[in-house]
């Protein structure tokens, strides 16, 4: 059998001291407790892959103890030792996450087949996660992440344009990855072995952008000491990537506009004009053909970029996404500050779905890279994340009574646990009503895989 990294936790010397000694036997690693707040405690400071908790303790009961190390260790088998014989305390157990129960007074052969059957069953999760790993990678492009709908119809689009040569306009609220669907893009194109350049046109004055763009000769204006080639140039053969495309000058559209016609360039203070290829990917969060019909924008530059389009979709829009993120953003965090965290709890969950995301992708980034460096225990909890400031409430004047009830519905659901028929009776309805109104809006519990 394979080893394992087991905690006894029983209030009774005699219990942990038995077990101890048949696990150590056995050769696994063994600690104990002798109530469940020292489990907990031990719990912060390693990870343990079973823990045999007694039922009847003082303070924290047995079902307490699981309840908690099931929500803060969701990786952790717990077995719960009970010497009453109850079928329903067992029972209970078991709807709570128990792996599995043991009847006092046991003998070493029951233990053992207990202890094989929790570590069959983890070798089975652990092979699901990997096959759902595997999966999971098929549905990535470099380092975007995700496999909601929106996100399975980006990747679509990725394909089917990687390998044409039109120019991309992507579109998307900032810190959506726009950048990064620019580099998958190339990445799957003919033109991958030559360069990627990004600029964020945003960032640049006009005249430094020009500069930047088209390069320029010795002497061409104040500073310009040496010749410098332009990035339309340096790209040659590859993609160029211009960020907030929707920020440039009617000049500089103009101007790229006959780039994008002519494939030919002119560098600042020379007259010979200069032959370039490169495909061109632009990004904006701004609604341009908002600003084509203000005025602000010219039609004729924004038809030329805009042949293909893909729209990312912002994080509120794909909250099934955020555990695969958080999940992702962890395992680099860890490594990187060399911390040892390595789970989130389902409460922490929770509350970052509840959270809006202004700043999307990149500010969920942000707030997993700060709740790594200050964790104090092995998985991340809703604590972790309470510097997340809530969002502002949403005026009832803007909202319809169907829109209220549904959304109150399904708050005390979550604060439930998803349990109906404690729900029902904090909304005082009977269960049948409550099923009802949650078809009826459309309600559904969070996946927990």
């Known amino acids: 059998?394979?080893?394992?990294?087991?905690?006894?936790?029983?209030?009774?010397?005699?219990?942990?001291?038995?077990l101890y000694h048949w696990f150590k036997k056995a050769g696994h690693y063994v600690e104990t407790a002798a109530s469940g707040v020292e489990a907990l405690e031990k719990l912060d400071a390693r990870s343990f892959d079973i823990l045999f908790v007694d039922m009847k303790m003082p303070g924290m009961d047995g079902i307490e103890a699981l309840k908690r190390i099931r929500e803060t260790y969701p990786d952790t088998a717990v077995v719960i030792i009970t010497a009453y014989g109850s079928i329903d305390s067992a029972v209970e157990a078991m709807k709570c996450g128990a792996s599995d129960y043991l009847m006092k007074p046991?003998?070493?052969?029951?233990?053992?087949?207990?202890?094989?059957?929790?570590?069959?069953?983890?070798?089975?999760?652990?092979?699901?996660?990997?096959?759902?790993?595997?999966?999971?990678?098929t549905t990535r492009f470099d380092n975007i992440i995700g496999e909601s709908a929106p996100m399975l119809e980006v990747y679509r689009m990725i394909a089917d344009v990687a390998e044409s040569g039109a120019s991309v306009l992507i579109l998307g609220e900032t810190g959506t990855g726009k950048e990064l669907v620019a580099k998958a893009i190339h990445a799957k194109s003919p033109r991958n072995r030559l360069p990627f350049i990004a600029i964020n046109c945003g960032a640049l004055p006009d005249a430094l952008l020009e500069?930047?763009?088209?390069?320029?000769?010795?002497?061409?204006?104040?500073?310009?000491?040496?010749?410098?080639?332009?990035?339309?140039?340096?790209v040659s053969g590859g993609t160029l990537f211009l960020d907030e495309i929707g920020e440039i000058s009617s000049k500089m559209q103009v101007d790229l506009l006959r780039v994008l016609e002519d494939k030919k360039i002119t560098p600042l203070g020379d007259r010979r004009p200069v032959d370039v290829d490169f495909r061109l990917i632009a990004a904006t969060r701004r609604d341009l053909g908002a600003a084509v019909k203000d005025g602000r924008f010219r039609e004729d530059f924004y038809y030329r970029i805009n042949v293909i389009t893909i729209l990312i979709p912002p994080l509120r829009k794909r909250k099934e996404d955020i555990e695969l993120l958080v999940r992702h953003f962890i395992e680099k965090y860890s490594h990187e500050t060399n911390k040892k965290v390595n789970g989130v709890s389902r409460s922490a969950l929770k509350h970052l779905e509840s959270h809006n995301w202004p700043g999307n992708v990149r500010e969920l980034e942000n707030a997993v890279e700060r709740a790594v460096v200050l964790a104090r225990s092995l998985t991340l909890t809703a604590d972790d994340f309470a510097f997340l400031v809530p969002n502002p409430a949403v005026s009832p004047k803007t909202r319809s009574l169907k829109e209220m009830e549904s959304d109150y519905i399904e708050q005390i659901l979550i604060e439930c646990d998803w349990n109906v028929t404690k729900a029902a009776e904090i909304l005082n309805i009977n269960r049948v009503t409550l099923h009802r109104m949650i078809n009826r809006y459309n309600l559904r519990q969070p996946s927990r895989s």
């Open 211 to 234: 500069s930047e763009l088209f390069g320029y000769r010795k002497g061409a204006f104040t500073g310009a000491v040496h010749p410098q080639k332009g990035y339309l140039e340096v």
């Open 1 to 18: 059998m394979e080893k394992a990294d087991v905690m006894i936790v029983d209030d009774e010397m005699i219990v942990r001291e038995s």
């Open 106 to 137: 046991f003998k070493p052969e029951q233990v053992s087949i207990v202890m094989e059957k929790v570590m069959y069953q983890k070798q089975l999760v652990c092979e699901c996660s990997y096959l759902k790993g595997r999966i999971e990678k």
